[in-house]
């Protein structure tokens, strides 16, 4: 595997994945893991920086491995990373973190938006959080990041992090790169922003069932239907007719279209009908899934053999970064 790029992609673990963590960034996951050599990790340090409940963090964890093994990420050809049960990612942080000044952190977007969303809940390791971040990747000299746009300020970080080690202690770490995956944006149920848990009423997970995906359409706002025209760029209606077009394709996008147009659209109608569409697509996940979950041991065994694996290639960067740094 030594010639194939090294990609690695981090998930925080925020439990069960919806349809936008699926064609935002599984899928895309799931086709890189073919031709590259690829570590994919639910990043449980990165969750504990925002507030979250000790004695579901690890059912959470557990929840984004099989939502990964059900969507088809194949431990045979990818390896599968528990962020804790490496701890050299929080030793490489902290090496990282001596030589990256303060300020520049507590200027990143990210940080800001995290300080206003939880003011309570400034801790130190929310400010830290791209440094470990950065660490994540370098710590397997990761080269692609498949991630979302919003991610390239972090991205930012990692690169002059690895510039500026290989300056100071000599050629240590490549410069990371985002990875545009052709993943899909995926909007809210409840109109404007993306799909998102931190949204109520905004997702449909993938193990949701026919009559839950359902409901949560049926919640989704929409108009009265006498409009006409060009269909809306914006808004619920816009929503659900990029969905349709997600998951029906262009017939279905275009008949609901033509609807719309002639003002005899019914959403009751086009809501059932992307509610079957949807359900169609997620069935075989979650019979993947259901396979796995099952299986205790073989998902336990999956965690340990994954994370181990990928501690081997963990210690040898930290030797290296220790021996150049001048540690013992
Ligand atoms: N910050 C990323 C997010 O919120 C998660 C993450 C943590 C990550 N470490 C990573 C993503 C390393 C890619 C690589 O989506």
């Known amino acids: ?42 990043v449980d340090l990165h969750a504990i920086t925002t507030p979250y409940d000790p004695r579901t963090l690890k059912q959470s964890t557990r929840d984004v491995i099989l939502d990964f093994l059900g969507a088809g990420l194949d431990p045979a050809k990818c390896l599968l990373e528990v962020q804790s049960k490496v701890p050299e990612h929080m030793e490489l942080a902290y090496y990282l973190s001596t030589i990256f000044p303060v300020s520049k952190l507590e200027d990143l977007p990210t940080y800001k938006d995290k300080k206003a969303l939880h003011p309570k809940y400034v801790n130190l ?40 080690f290989n300056g100071m202690f000599g050629k240590t770490f490549p410069e990371p790169q985002r990875f545009a995956t052709e993943g899909e944006y995926v909007p809210s149920l409840m109109g404007p922003g993306k799909m998102s848990k931190s949204v109520t009423g905004s997702y449909i997970l993938l193990t949701d069932d026919l ?11 929409t108009d009265s239907g006498k409009a006409g025209g060009d269909v809306p760029t914006e808004g619920g209606v816009a929503n659900l007719f990029v969905l349709m077009s997600l998951f029906g394709g262009r017939q279905m996008y275009q008949k609901f279209e033509q609807d719309y147009k002639e003002k005899k ?39 340990q053999e ?21 540690l013992y």
Do not use: W
């Open 125 to 164: 390791g929310l400010l830290y959080y791209p440094v470990l971040m950065a660490a994540d990747v370098l710590l397997y000299k990761g080269e692609l990041v498949p991630v979302g746009i919003d991610q390239e300020p972090h991205l930012e970080v990692m690169r002059e992090v690895a510039r500026k």
């Open 211 to 221: 009559d839950t995906i359902r409901r949560r359409l049926a919640g989704a706002p």
């Open 265 to 303: 659209i019914r959403y009751s109608e086009m809501k059932d009908t992307l509610s079957e569409l949807i359900y169609q697509e997620l069935k075989p996940i979650q019979e993947k899934r259901k396979g796995f979950e099952e299986n205790p041991e073989l998902v336990d065994g999956i965690i």
């Open 1 to 42: 595997m030594a010639d194939k790029k090294k990609v690695y992609s981090g998930v925080r673990a925020t439990g069960r994945l919806h349809l936008g963590n699926y064609l935002g960034a599984v899928k895309g996951m799931i086709a890189l893991q073919d031709g590259y050599d690829c570590i994919f990790s639910v």
């Open 306 to 326: 994954g994370s181990e694996a990928c501690r081997k290639r963990a210690q040898e960067t930290i030797r290296e970064v220790k021996e150049k740094m001048g």
